[in-house]
């Protein structure tokens, strides 16, 4: 099989880390190729949203699986209007778009699912809906949409942030959000790509948690005082971390676990953040 990312971000590197031997060419899109050398072989193409070069759609066009993670805009998918032809050449490809569970918006904790209809308030969940029906268009019973949870995984989770000194403990009454470390995201991806048939999975683990609590059992581990609780009312955020908190569900994956037949490595934070700190993360 042959792979292009549509995106070459966090997710996606830690994908072909894990599940790179599983294809005989990958090729991605990333802004600047020249910043580029953390994975050996990956064949680099510059795009940043438009004006893609001839060598790029010919990658797209020779491609057997699409792994699509960059966000839209404004203007809609970038890589949908840059790459219109291309994607419209009647070519069969699997297209996998890493989407986000923001879509479902708020609902004050309660359990949500794949049949939850989406209640985007925000521009930039909208937009992701948006893109998830324009790739489902595009590709119709080839596409698999997965919403992923909050991504962490090794350079990116609470041990790092405390020791950076980056960690808060902002207490919201009731606010619970849901996680996904990367080697999970990667057996999610993987499955997604040998699933025959379309659809839409919840990428999540198995217990949603107060964001506070992350923190704590990090700090735990790592054997420090945790920061100080700070009231959600008063604590100093950018209007972008603060409209995190305005939607609170504990997303369900077990349409993932059933349908895919995926088994989570990490099951909870704390599976996550123990193999972490066995693998010296924040030391």
């Not at 025959?196 to 420090?224: F, K, M, R, S």
Request: charged content about 25%; some cysteine.
């Amino acid at each position: 099989m042959r792979l292009f990312i549509l995106g070459f971000g966090y997710s996606a590197r830690h994908f072909v880390r894990r599940c790179g031997d599983s294809f005989s060419h990958i090729a991605a899109t990333v802004r600047d190729p020249g910043n580029r050398s953390d994975l050996a072989g990956i064949e680099m193409h510059p795009f940043s949203g438009s004006n893609p070069g001839r060598e790029t759609i010919e990658r797209i066009r020779e491609a057997d699986v699409l792994l699509v993670s960059i966000p839209p805009g404004n203007g809609g998918d970038p890589a949908i209007a840059a790459f219109a032809d291309v994607l419209a050449d009647g070519h069969r490809r699997r297209i996998v778009y890493l989407s986000t569970i923001g879509v479902y918006g708020d609902h004050a904790g309660a359990w949500v699912d794949e049949s939850t209809p989406p209640q985007a308030a925000l521009d930039r969940t909208r937009m992701r809906l948006a893109a998830e029906q324009a790739w489902t268009d595009i590709g119709r019973d080839d596409v698999a949409i997965l919403r992923l949870a909050g991504i962490y995984g090794p350079g990116r989770n609470a041990l790092v942030a405390l020791r950076t000194g980056t960690a808060r403990r902002i207490i919201k009454p009731g606010q619970v959000f849901n996680r996904i470390h990367a080697d999970d995201i990667a057996c999610a991806i993987m499955a997604a790509v040998r699933h025959q048939g379309g659809g839409t999975w919840n990428v999540c683990d198995d217990e949603p948690a107060p964001p506070q609590d992350v923190i704590a059992y990090a700090a735990q581990l790592i054997g420090v005082a945790p920061p100080p609780e700070e009231a959600f009312e008063n604590a100093e955020m950018s209007a972008m971390a603060r409209s995190f908190y305005a939607s609170s569900a504990r997303v369900s994956n077990a349409k993932l676990k059933r349908e895919l037949g995926v088994t989570l490595d990490y099951s909870t934070y704390r599976h996550g953040l123990d193999a972490l700190w066995r693998a010296d993360e924040g030391r």
